[in-house]
């Protein structure tokens, strides 16, 4: 039986080249509501997310970005924030992350995670206030070149999961 979330997650990968072409208006807004609608500890959402697809933008904040400097060639950004005094602010906020990037993925749109923290730079470049923190940068666009979905380079399953108890192996 077929689980077209599981083959979502089975292929995804990191795309850092993207065609010169718009996302339409509708699967960009389902990839920020995807983020929305993103389960949190205690419903809090400690989160604010700016979405950017202004090409001079998008051209700063791949200068802003020392592990991204290709946002520049995107065809949108999600500047993804977290309030300081949230507790569990980085799990909620990493949850709403990949939604938004197994979302972006189901409709043939490339994505990968930028930056983590210390970006006062951006918070100050899309005006969040000093109440937030910049997590990452998401970077969206469609892959500028085939990519081999679902061949991915991991360890065995046995090495990194056990049954029941560390070291029993798993399946």
């Known amino acids: 039986m077929s689980n077209p979330v599981f083959e ?7 795309v850092r080249e993207y ?38 933008a998008l051209v700063d904040l791949g ?8 946002i520049a060639g995107a065809a949108a950004a ?5 309030e300081h005094d949230s507790r569990f602010g980085v799990s909620d906020v990493s949850r709403a992350v990949q939604s938004m990037i197994l979302t972006a993925w189901a409709d043939g749109v490339g994505s990968n995670w930028t930056g983590f923290g210390g970006l006062e730079g951006v918070r100050a470049y899309v005006g969040l206030p000093d109440t ?14 085939a990519v081999g979905r679902g061949v991915k380079k991991r360890k065995p399953l046995a090495e990194v999961a056990s049954m029941g108890r560390y070291g029993t192996p798993y399946g």
Request: net charge neutral.
């Open 63 to 70: 200068g802003l970005v020392r592990t991204g400097p290709y």
């Open 132 to 145: 937030h923190e910049v997590l990452a940068v998401l970077p969206f666009g469609y892959p500028k070149r």
């Open 78 to 82: 999600v500047v993804v924030a977290c």
């Open 8 to 14: 979502v997650v089975r292929t995804v990968l990191a």
């Open 19 to 56: 065609e010169e072409r718009e996302i339409p208006d509708e699967v960009l807004d389902r990839i920020v509501e995807a983020a929305h609608l993103s389960a949190s500890s205690m419903n809090m959402q400690p989160w604010h997310f700016v979405v950017v697809r202004e090409r001079r």
